[in-house]
């Protein structure tokens, strides 16, 4: 299955600035996904990237709080805008594997002050 | 919409303990069910996938089936170790729709040496 590096692993950020979160596949992938993890709740998936178009936002996400790019088959980045203490989450990216599931990144542990 | 729940939310049970872990879900159309393992503040790690043509899975000391017509699974783990404390969840990707795992809200095993 694919191997997923993303970074940072953590960050302490104050509030009203942006963080960017990278994840790097050592394979070509079609579609790559964003999660959050809010504490102590389950992943909510924010969007899904495609290569070469607009990424697709799910409900309660919108495209100004977390740009995403996705300039290649085997990278992504998501930004996380105008931080306020709500936005303090673990944040993954995920890529499908076909008929072995899914594999995830080790995470962002972002905490805005 | 596609719902997964996990009950309990919670279990402490001492070393050496046979487990079962229970994941249900409202729409019986998936495509598969993933369970993942999660570290304090870290990424997923896969466990198991099981197809929706496939009834159980096995790897080491776990065990997953499905039944797809009762909308349920369930993770077995045999011999239960110190090691094997972590969150657990259950995810399912529905068919026809997009490849989006819906996830359930885990849960926190502790096993007590």
Redesign the interface.
Known sequence: SAVISQKPSRDICQRGTSLTIQCQVDSQVTMMFWYRQQPGQSLTLIATANQGSEATYESGFVIDKFPISRPNLTFSTLTVSNMSPEDSSIYLCSVAGGQRGYTFGSGTRLTVV | KQEVTQIPAALSVPEGENLVLNCSFTDSAIY?L?W?RQDP??????LL?I?SSQREQTSGRLNASLDKSSGRSTLYIAASQPGDSATY?C?VTTQGG????V????MKLTVNP
């Not at chain 2, 503040?41 to 896969?46: E, I, P, V």
Request: hydrophobic share 35%; proline share 0%; no cysteine.
């Open positions: 598969n993933q993942f503040g870290k990424g997923l790690t896969s996938l197809q969840l995810a997009s490849e989006k795992l996830f359930g809200k885990g």
